[in-house]
């Protein structure tokens, strides 16, 4: 009997240690909903896959639809099977069925990443606006909601009338934490230089913020707004953990794509996509990060050594 309890007792260990490392080894599933866009996402929705892939911490589908003005109808994913999905979307709406099963998924407490472009979509759509928070273009105006952005490090949201959405020359510049405890950004630079990319700014929209975690200084000598421009942020939606970054202006091929081969912005789309997905980030800071004084690049998408 003494043996048999001990050989019980064994098994349980062994299979409770299996348990702990498949929990630990468990990818995360993400889902990239790309297809139409009015920038170049045969080359973004790739790279978005590879970044995710070879961290080796996700395993990365993707969804495409149909092409602008195409037959929508058997656009169906099954956004409830992932852990995070990861927009890179800017085209003709969805059908109604697949609307509310996204709208079910991220109010059920789905976590979503929100990337570039995929807040110029759907801007007459109230409730993908209340996911985005902030927005640009196709339409969007006072109507939208407020401009959000900073003055003197205090959140200013001005109603004054004007198109939502606009953006300067694309430059280097440099990135200004606002959250030094968020888990996404918890041990990151308060200062860096992003790599070369565009800086949206007069984005509107319900701005129902969450955690601010970064923002640049939109300069009016390269065509910027004058003012301190959210561009990462969390976003205050009922249970959804939703992850907005602003940066990552796709180049015309993989290769030369220096806004999303940048180490700053590769490490910031992996940790929100983990803390979108489970709501922690055990994601340690890369030796390669960006310093104040110059940006760091990852030409092949890979995760520093
Ligand atoms: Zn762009």
């Known amino acids: 009997m003494k043996k048999l309890l001990k050989y019980l007792l064994l098994v349980s260990v062994v299979m409770l240690g299996c348990a702990c490392v498949n929990a630990k080894s468990k990818p995360i599933k993400a889902l990239i909903v790309s297809g139409q866009n009015n920038h170049n996402w045969q080359v973004s929705h790739k790279v978005l896959q590879l970044i995710l892939n070879q961290s080796g911490l996700f395993e990365a589908d993707i969804v495409l639809t149909a092409p602008a003005r195409g037959d929508m109808s058997s656009f169906k994913p099954d956004f409830a099977a992932y852990d995070v999905v990861v927009l890179d979307y800017n085209g003709d709406r969805w059908p109604a069925e697949t609307d ?3 709208l079910d998924y991220v109010q059920g ?16 759509w109230e409730e993908f606006n209340k996911i985005i928070a902030l927005g640009g273009w ?13 003055k003197d ?5 001005d109603n004054s009338a004007g198109p939502g959405g606009s953006h300067g020359a694309q430059r280097e510049y440099p990135m200004h934490c606002r959250d030094k405890k968020h888990p996404i950004v918890k041990g990151l630079p308060d200062n860096w230089i992003h790599a070369k990319d565009e800086m949206y700014d007069r984005m509107r929209g319900p701005a129902n913020i ?21 561009l990462v942020f969390t976003v205050d939606y009922g249970k959804a953990r939703i992850f907005h970054i602003m940066l990552g202006h796709a180049g015309p091929t993989a290769e030369n794509n220096p806004a999303m081969q940048c180490a700053g912005f590769q490490t910031l789309l992996l940790r929100g996509a983990e803390w979108a997905a489970t709501g922690k980030v ?10 104040d004084k110059s940006p760091s690049y990852r030409y092949n998408y890979a995760p520093a050594k």
């Open 282 to 291: 055990k994601q340690p800071v890369p030796k390669d990060f960006p310093t």
């Open 210 to 230: 969450k955690d601010l975690l970064y923002t640049g200084f939109a300069d009016k000598q390269t065509g910027g707004s004058g003012r301190e421009e959210p």
């Open 100 to 102: 509310q099963a996204f």
């Open 109 to 124: 407490g789905g976590g979503v990443v929100v990337y570039h472009a995929a807040d110029n979509a759907f801007s007459g």
């Open 138 to 150: 196709e339409g969007r105006n006072e109507k939208s909601g407020p401009y959000y952005y900073l």
């Open 153 to 157: 490090g205090v959140p200013v949201l």
